[in-house]
């Protein structure tokens, strides 16, 4: 079945230490997006892109980027994790002037 | 700014009575969606219902219909003869058109839905 996937489901890493999130998608929608959601709160979003053009969230700290090498590829770049950013990540993706979002499970990031 | 206000934390439902979660919402724009979505234990968030604001009547999917008050700014969620399966945490969400031609969803933070046996 075609479907937005994404690994790895579960991610530990240290305070400060890279990590990557990544998301891909079979359904060859033109618009990728990356949510934030944290426990007991609403999936904030982080920045989405439309097929290469990047847009960021006026309020997304600087340590969150995003990379679109394809259509098919969107990876979340942190690059120095802190305790707060411990969150479940969503990627969804739509197709451009559909208004439903397809959602992938979501990575569930811990920071030690 | 848009909010999304959902002011039920957690609700519980016997297995096929009727169920309704709250949903309020603040915009200044005339044209939107509106939606629930459900995202059951294995986190999926998948589409229940969505409701076009220009629309006055209230959509219905099998089950789940909403009741759309559009001056309140209010958008309820029904869900007739609750299963089991329809244990999730469940988000309103608001919806407009950004310039890029995209879209921009606006979650509120949530109702966990358990349904009893």
């Known amino acids: 079945d075609a479907m937005v996937i994404q690994n790895p489901r579960y991610q530990v890493t240290q305070f400060g230490k890279p990590v990557t999130l990544s998301c891909s998608q079979t359904?060859?929608?033109?618009?990728m997006y990356w949510y934030q959601q944290k426990s007991s709160q609403a999936p904030k979003l982080l920045f989405h892109?439309?097929?290469?053009?990047?847009?960021n969230e006026a309020d997304t700290p600087d340590n969150f980027q995003s990379r679109r090498p394809n259509t098919s590829f969107c990876f979340l770049d942190i690059r120095s994790p802190g305790l707060g950013d411990a969150a479940m990540y969503l990627c969804?993706?739509?197709?451009?002037?559909?208004?439903?979002?397809?959602f992938g499970s979501g990575t569930q990031l811990s920071v030690l | 700014a848009q909010t999304v206000t959902q002011s039920q934390p957690e609700m519980s439902v016997q297995e096929a009575e009727t169920v309704t979660l709250s949903c309020t919402y603040d915009?200044?724009?005339?044209?939107?969606?509106l939606f629930w979505y459900k995202q059951p234990p294995s986190r999926q968030m998948i589409l229940v219902i969505r409701?076009?604001?220009?629309?006055?009547q209230n959509a219905t999917e099998n089950r789940f219909s909403v009741n759309f008050q559009k001056a309140a700014k209010s958008f309820s969620l029904k869900i007739s003869d609750s299963q089991l399966g329809d244990t999730a945490m469940y988000f309103c969400a608001f919806m407009k058109l950004l310039t890029s031609g995209t879209y921009k969803y606006i979650f509120g933070t949530g109702t966990r839905l358990k349904v009893l046996a």
């Open positions: 359904l060859n929608h033109n618009v």
């Open positions: 892109y439309y097929d290469k053009d990047f847009n």
């Open positions: 969804a993706t739509s197709e451009v002037g559909s208004e439903k979002l397809f």
């Open positions: 409701q076009e604001a220009y629309k006055q």
């Open positions: 915009t200044s724009e005339s044209n939107y969606y």
